[in-house]
């Protein structure tokens, strides 16, 4: 089953979110052991970039072992900009997971993917899922 990995997933490993960190773990957990299966928006990588200091790239490396990331374009993009979303930076998380084929795009920001054209679930939701 193919999945998105949304940013706040990755940022909650790297930065070990106390409240969220054994779920999204989990998540990252199946990804690994489940090679293809899992991809991440071109864009979350800079973010995490952005967050993580002083440098994330062996973090990013490491987790390119296993994980993909979506290959997107200008036309992805522009269907970014034409879905019915309020945050663009959520509407370019679904439109990677579209160009990637993901069944669920996984993220704990449930209330702004309702919308969604990619089913969003959160990372417990994810687990119960594939167990």
């Known amino acids: ?17 106390s409240e969220f960190y054994a779920h999204s773990a989990a998540v990252l957990s199946w990804a690994e052991a489940n090679p293809g299966q899992a991809a991440v928006a071109w864009h979350s990588l800079s973010n995490l970039a952005y967050m993580i200091k002083p440098d994330a790239r062996t973090l990013i490396a490491d987790l390119l072992d296993f994980v993909e990331v979506a290959q997107v374009s200008t036309p992805d993009m ?11 930076e959520d509407a370019m998380q679904v439109a990677a997971a579209l160009s990637f084929g993901a069944r669920h795009l996984v993220t704990r920001n449930l209330p702004d993917h309702r ?6 679930l959160a990372p417990q939701a994810f687990l119960a899922l594939v167990e």
């Not at 949304?6 to 790297?14: F, P």
């Not at 522009?78 to 663009?88: E, Q, R, T």
């Open 1 to 17: 089953m193919k999945i998105l990995i949304d940013t706040d997933i990755l940022l909650d490993v790297a930065l070990r979110r």
């Open 78 to 88: 522009h269907a970014a900009l034409g879905l019915p979303m309020k945050d663009l």
């Open 115 to 120: 919308r969604s054209a990619v089913p969003a």
